[in-house]
């Protein structure tokens, strides 16, 4: 690990203000920062913790939602009451990801911004261009098994790992920030991640020193809340393919809300609001999905290995649907 | 460098120009010589260094022990010595539940805080009812436990010394003591997950294997 300067920060300005120069960190639950400084792959020289801060509340706000200071941990957003009760999505895409011991150190913020599990990413003696832009993308024509076939380009296939991001996408949740010169803002979460493009190194719109603060939710959305993760092994492993859904049906058998988010599929948590659009004041027939998995997966691009995410994905897509209709949720 | 304490199994440490660097195992290990702690993978994948930072496990490997000043930090010598085991690591001995022993430390600390979250009622992610987890089943036990590996392959009988520890707290307050729980326990098997086809009748049948719904309760 490279040295750096350790230093506490008491306020969210502050912080945001020593955290404001070239190659400086903040630090709070460092499950996945820690990881990439053993391997020299983030080589912060400057680390701020913000682990003292004051953003460990969950509030209700005046419109019926919820405002989750950036510092509650996995376990405490998945176990608390008001997200089981009104958000069980959230709860259950958290509850997917990782172990025990992880959520317990994890944060809300620090969920947001964990890298990619690409193999080449984390093999320092190969080419990567999202850890070393313009270097190439050995993955493309290697080993992508579990790699993006949405949003990707022709630099960087890395899918997104986080199943939090993908329930707060869903959602529709806000990210708020602080920044360096104490002024804050308020991001969505549909615009807070970058595609890769031609700078994968560039994954979201935090400037330097920008720090979150809270995540919001909107009123919660009446509805059957799933997760459903597809991996390799059945706990501790990234999803091959997983989706996030809120899905309410009438009397009728007509869908009414559908909502849709997937992971591990994207270069980014993947949501396709045209593909609720079609399948909404539908009974949700097999021709619909089939055309709700056609546009969803339109632009999809396998590379070799990771093919099979597509028909994945769609037969995933399907069963979310028709075990929504079969009648649980309605 | 810096300067720091850190309050392990409730001693203090005063630790004087320590770089910044030295992860909360490392110290243990090699400044403080509290070796219960294993380092396995040392990436936060194997859990063998698994402590209690104020009450909760987490991967003493994945975090700095500048950032612990002042947290009540407990390593496996904290929980029980030799002469006052305790009642997981007494089970761990009685079911068996483990070979080399070089993750048992580990286990035990993760147990040992899995019982905790338990009482607390933190759902799984194999919680068929969010709101009332049935922390008793085998497939609870392994979700919850999935953070620490074994490369002996003690699983059935780390879960059942678990187990076991679990339905003696479960009971402690209506039945008396039982004299082989072990054998009375209820795990009869080792669990495995089923097929992701099985998985799906399984949550249509029932309804709420892996679903919830909003807007019932708030």
Redesign the interface.
Known sequence: MKRFEYSRADAPKQAATSASSKDASFIAGGTNLLDLMKLEIETPIKLVDITRLELEQVETTADGGLRIGTLVTNSDLAAHPEVIANYPVLSRAILAGATGQLRNRATTGGNFLQRTRCYYFYQTDSACNKREPGTGCPAINGENRTLAVLGTSDSCIAQHPSDMAVAMRLLDATIETVKADGSTRAIDVKDFYCLPKDTPHIENVLEAGELITHVVLPAPIKGMHTYDKVRDRASYAFALVSCAAVVDADDNGNLKTVRLAFGGIGTKPWRNEEVEALLTDTDGNSDVITQAADLLLQDAKGNGQNDFKIPLTRRLLKQVIQRALAGEGA | M?TLTLTINKQDYQLENLD??T?LLDVCRQHLQITGPKKGC???QC?AC?MLING????SC???A??HDGDEITTIEGIGMPDSLSALQQAFKDNDAFQCGYCTPGQIC?AT??IE?VK??????V?TD??HPDSLLVQEI??????NVCRCSAYPNIIKAISQVLENEASASTSKTVDNAAQNSSVTGIWS?PS?ETQ?HK??AN??T?????????
Do not use: Y
């Open positions: 810096s910044a660097r992860t040392d990436h936060g859990g698994t909760r496990r987490v991967n994945l975090t700095l500048i950032m993760s805080a899995l979250e607390q009622n933190w759902p799984s992610h919680s969010l709101q392994a979700e919850r436990m999935s953070g997950p992701s799906f949550a249509s309804n709420k892996i679903t919830g719904k909003a807007g019932d309760h708030s």
